[in-house]
């Protein structure tokens, strides 16, 4: 039935038909694994100022390279409408993603019209964001302002050379390290960091990070390089498993495990023995977190991805701009929702070289992390 109802992305046709009997509109919602709809992810823009070589790499993302017209992305209003029907089918988090969120024009407006949402509980929307941090000094303040409570820095190594090797850009890692700063100072924590690792770039950055970002108040994880997209030439061979990075911490700095702080946390959890701070680890190549992901990603142009790892989406604009009810929209993510089945990471554990073969991915600046 759910194939009646959704447009697939890649198809140009008229919009979703609507089911003649809609269903509530509101109410908590589980997919064909138990899986309850918690997190959403929305990406602002596709464009991005850096080009880090696991997202964005130069000889894809080129000074030729289309992005999309301001005319196809939605509006704030638009975003606050759809982010309105997740949030009565028990969303509880948003998170803001790009490209790089913060090159979008006046960001601050968009936080501030999801800050005044409330959860189905009645509580407030755990509202974040995540940024290559290129504009976040400048930055900080209005986006406290506004009403957005965390921050999620990118940061890859500390060693200026190995950073911008990483990134591709002549931007200072001095420069990051003050727009944590400056997001600390104003109240947007607590700050977490994420390192993407990659086997024979920057994994030697993985003490020099740990040392460092011990004894602060900032949250230091690092994140297993993963097959996103379709342009990072991602190999098996350059993942540093996280049980690795975990190890090579412990011989130096002796950890001990946390228990997660919910159910579908991305990040397994680990604290310092001498009480000096935490790290996590993001293992979705080495130990799948698929049976508890309850993230749906919005896609810059609108389009809902179920999975990080999905070759399409399904046409959440299209409903917008033909004037449908929110009723009419609620009753499509229902179906979709309870239709998804995804596992990507678990399939690809037991049987790497076959999925590599499957259909393009969509890529990470598309779609957001």
Not at 116 to 143: F, I, M, W, Y
Request: proline share 4%; charged share 25%; hydrophobic share 40%.
């Amino acid at each position: 039935m759910a194939e009646k109802i959704i447009m697939m992305a890649s198809q140009r046709r008229a919009p979703p038909a609507i089911p003649a009997v809609l269903e509530t509109p509101t109410g908590l919602l589980s997919d064909q694994l138990a899986r309850p709809l918690h997190d959403l992810r929305i990406s602002v823009t596709d464009r991005c100022n850096f080009r880090c070589v696991y997202c964005m790499p130069k000889e894809v993302f080129d000074k030729d390279y289309q992005y999309l017209p301001h005319t196809s992305l939605l509006s704030f209003e638009e975003i606050t409408r759809l982010a309105k029907t997740f949030i009565a089918h028990g969303v509880e988090k948003i998170r803001l993603t790009g490209g790089e969120p913060l090159l979008r024009k006046n960001i601050e407006r968009l936080i501030a019209m999801l800050a005044e949402l409330k959860t189905v509980h009645g509580k407030p929307l755990d509202l974040t964001l995540t940024t290559n941090a290129s504009l976040l000094a400048r930055k900080a303040q209005s986006l406290k302002d506004a009403g957005l409570q965390r921050i999620t820095v990118s940061l890859d190594a500390l060693d200026n050379t190995v950073f911008q090797r990483m990134n591709d850009v002549d931007f200072s890692v001095d420069d990051v390290l003050h727009g944590i700063d400056v997001a600390h100072q104003v109240g947007l924590g607590p700050v977490k960091i994420n390192m993407v690792v990659k086997a024979g770039m920057n994994d030697q950055e993985i003490l020099p990070m740990a040392r460092h970002f011990k004894h602060t108040p900032y949250i230091l994880r690092f994140i297993e390089y993963m097959d996103v997209g379709a342009s990072n030439g991602w190999k098996m061979d350059e993942v540093i498993p996280s049980a690795e990075v975990v190890s090579r911490i412990h011989a130096e700095m002796p950890l001990e495990a946390l228990s997660a702080n919910y159910t579908g946390e991305t990040a397994a959890r680990w604290r310092y023995a001498d009480g000096a701070g935490e790290i996590g680890v993001i293992s979705s190549v080495s130990h799948a977190f698929c049976r508890d992901c309850t993230r749906a990603r919005l896609s810059t142009e609108g389009k809902l991805y179920t999975c990080l790892f999905a070759s399409s989406g399904h046409d959440l604009r299209a409903l917008l701009r033909d004037g449908r009810s929110d009723a009419e929209i609620g009753t499509v993510l229902a179906h979709l929702w309870r239709a998804r089945g995804d596992r990507y990471s678990e399939l690809r554990t037991n049987n790497t070289d076959g999925l590599e073969a499957r259909a393009a991915k969509v890529e990470m600046s598309y779609i957001g992390g």
